[in-house]
């Protein structure tokens, strides 16, 4: 028993450790952000600096015009997760159940997109967005991420789990597919449903790169895209970016705050490690 009791205590006391190091860098972007001034960069570091004060958030919000950036990220990352989880989840049942020639190989080729970065396909996808003369436009920063090889293998995962004798009972009752998917498989993979939309707003939220190309006018700005205008060319404010920064991590802490035990269930549903 005495070894039992150690050996539990020794694995809190890493658990615990490990939180503390991943913890670390939000705390101190906190603390950062409450530093006034030059005592940002004092050495050795203050961990409980004089003056510590909100005036590195009023100035952020005098710099940019900070929550009309907010919106567009918000409303960008909402509305692309949602089309996300539309188009993946109607992908993904008919992956797993439409028997068509051919399905397991377009599955693989799907899925083989993943191993593609998005350096490699922004210069053709910008030369469509400028083909349709879609270039600075909120559509330009939605449409690629519309559809998700991800979040298709992931939903496929859950929907192969559901029981096939639901779908036939259903049947019997006269269902279709239509049916069989908006009120007996959706509902059952809704673990895997909010996990993959953590994911896909996460992706939505912090994208920079896309954003950086497509994107000139300052009214179509992301966040990333608004945080990364804070950096001088000589000189960078830290403890406005790390203000900044503070605000981008909120809405996705609260987010997985709410969905957590889903994310839980759905690794435990599919299988995933």
Same mark, same amino acid.
């Given at each position: 028993m005495g070894r039992a009791k150690l050996g539990r205590v020794s694995r809190y006391l890493l658990v615990t450790l490990g939180a503390a190091v991943m913890l670390f860098p939000f705390a101190w972007a906190v603390i950062t952000s409450l530093t006034p001034g030059d005592a940002v960069l004092a050495v050795p570091p203050d961990f409980t600096p004089d003056g510590a004060g909100l005036d590195a958030y009023r100035k952020l919000m005098?710099?940019?015009p900070f929550w009309r950036i907010l919106l567009n990220s918000v409303w960008i990352g909402v509305a692309s997760t949602v089309l996300q989880l539309l188009t993946s989840a109607m992908a993904a049942y008919a992956f797993a159940r439409l028997p068509f020639p051919g399905r397991g190989a377009l599955f693989s080729v799907y899925l083989a997109t993943l191993m593609m970065p998005l350096p490699v396909l922004v210069v053709p996808l910008f030369i469509e967005m400028r083909t349709l003369g879609l270039v600075d436009t909120y559509f330009a920063l939605l449409a690629p991420t519309i559809a998700s090889a991800f979040g298709v293998f992931l939903l496929r995962q859950a929907i192969n789990q559901v029981p096939k004798e639901f779908d036939e009972a259903a049947v019997l009752d006269g269902a279709g597919h239509f049916r069989i998917f %908006?009120? +007996?498989v959706l509902p059952l993979i809704r673990p895997a449903l909010a996990t993959f939309a953590i994911f896909g707003f996460m992706a939505s939220w912090n994208s920079y790169l896309?954003? %950086?190309? +497509?994107?000139k006018s300052p009214e179509f700005m992301t966040l990333p895209l608004g945080l990364a205008t804070l950096h001088g060319q000589f000189t960078t404010e830290?403890?406005?970016v790390m203000a900044g920064s503070v605000i981008s991590v909120?809405?996705?802490?609260i987010l997985y705050v709410f969905a957590q035990k889903h994310v839980i269930a759905s690794v435990a549903q599919t299988g995933l490690k």
């Open positions: 005098e710099t940019l %908006l009120y +007996i896309w954003p %950086l190309i +497509i994107i830290w403890d406005v909120v809405p996705i802490l």
